[in-house]
T-cell receptor, first 115, second 114 residues
């Protein structure tokens, strides 16, 4: 049972336009959400995160929105650049007493920004 | 500051063999997690180690095991390899007492089982 779902395996966007990547989750205990970007032959790189006490977090061209009632988060990239072409993973974690927070990842969305 | 390093980067094995992968975390990071990435499956959590103790374990068979050394370096071992074990194995490290698990990943080890 996938607790974190990225239903779009791929997305193509024109350079300069907005990219919107979506992520849904089922576990209501998740209270921290992260986005990672991954280039081929490299490990995922942390991009941006959001706590469940917020509904928006912005960092430069990247903004993450969280809708707790819908159990949905999205990553907006504005403006999109060709260098943003990568696989984007959504991840979520829940507090776990006496143990580390474990990240649960979605299956990823391949973003292609066309010049 | 050096990032997370993993060795080897590529490995080819045959069914039934065993393999050991190594991970050196970022200096000062004491938590090391391992993930398996296969096409269409995202990153599946294997286990997490902190101070030489396994704190968390994912839903993988007992053929997958790991350990952590006193210098925080970690190894994972897969015994009796199966074709389905072909994947990218990623190691991630994080600071010991952060409230949230922001993890830093290595480049991965690409394992191919023939």
């Amino acid at each position: 049972d996938q607790q974190v779902k990225q239903n779009s395996p791929s997305l193509s966007v024109q350079e300069g336009r907005i990219s919107i990547l979506n992520c849904d989750y089922t576990n209501s205990m998740f209270d921290y959400f992260l986005w990672y970007k991954k280039y081929p032959a490299e490990g995922p790189t942390f991009l941006i995160s959001i706590s469940s006490i917020k509904d928006k977090n912005e960092d430069g061209r990247f903004t993450v929105f969280l809708n707790k009632s819908a159990k949905h988060l999205s990553l907006h990239i504005v403006p999109s650049q060709p260098g943003d072409s990568a696989v984007y993973f959504c991840a979520a974690s829940a507090e776990s007493s006496g143990s580390a927070r474990q990240l649960t990842f979605g299956s990823g969305t391949q973003l292609t920004v066309l010049p | 500051k050096a990032g997370v390093t993993q060795t080897p980067r590529y490995l080819i094995k045959t069914r039934g063999q065993q393999v050991t992968l190594s991970c050196s975390p970022i200096s000062g990071h004491r938590s090391v997690s391992w993930y398996q990435q296969t096409p269409g499956q995202g990153l599946q959590f294997l286990f997490e180690y902190f101070s030489e103790t396994q704190r968390n374990k994912g839903n993988f068979p007992g053929r997958f095991s790991g350990r952590q050394f006193s210098n925080s370096r970690s190894e994972m071992n897969v015994s009796t390899l199966e074709l389905g074990d072909s994947a990218l194995y990623l190691c991630a490290s994080s600071l010991p007492w952060t409230s949230y698990n922001e993890q830093f990943f290595g480049p991965g080890t690409r394992l191919t089982v023939l």
